[in-house]
């Protein structure tokens, strides 16, 4: 008896098969799922009126938790998780509200696969991202110490003391004569 795949046991591949197991074929179907997903963004990219709202509820949310005890940036990390799932029922303080927008200042940018949302005021003059959206969903990324609720100066007890304070004998050198600089308008 005659064989005609004699010593041959393996069987036949499908094109399929090599296809999906060649290194070309794998770039193509990354290259295909990565379009999909760049392509899913850029249908549920969140429009401005959508980020404005969610946003400013973010921010209604966090100055009503707002703790300055919280120090760990993980505290910051759940807390701004938890705005995205829950919505503010109470309002808070018509003068914090008022201050918020007299203070800060929210820019709302839109890019093609993502939307962005910059804090502005003056202790953020560059800006400080405090959100974004993508997927249809806007994840807030606030910090209750970078909004700028009250008007205060800034309280700095150094101002009128001497640069060189008096030691124990140590040479440091003489205090100059300096004065408080003056603007012209004053």
């Not at 800060?104 to 502005?120: G, M």
């Not at 700095?156 to 124990?168: A, F, G, P």
């Amino acid at each position: 008896m005659y064989q005609n795949d004699r010593g041959s046991y393996r069987k036949q591949e499908t094109i399929s098969h090599k296809f999906t197991h060649s290194c070309l074929g794998q770039l193509i179907i990354g290259a295909a799922i990565v379009g999909c997903l760049l392509l899913l963004a850029t249908l549920t990219c969140p429009s401005r009126e959508t980020m404005e709202s969610e946003i400013k509820d973010d921010i209604k949310q966090c100055i009503l938790e707002g703790d300055s005890l919280r120090n760990d940036w993980i505290d910051d990390v759940v807390a701004n998780a938890g705005y995205i799932f829950t919505k503010t029922e109470t309002d808070i303080d018509s003068e914090l509200e008022k201050n918020f927008v007299k203070y800060n200042q929210l820019k709302f940018y839109e890019h093609t696969f993502f939307s962005t949302v910059y804090l502005h005021n003056n202790l953020n003059t560059q800006g400080k991202r405090c959100g974004m959206g993508i997927f249809g969903i806007v994840f807030p990324m606030i910090n209750y110490n970078d909004l700028l609720l009250h008007d205060e100066r800034m309280q700095n007890d150094t101002i009128n003391q001497r640069l060189i304070m008096e030691s124990d004998g140590e040479y440091f050198g003489e205090n100059p004569g300096l004065e408080p600089y003056r603007y012209k308008g004053e």
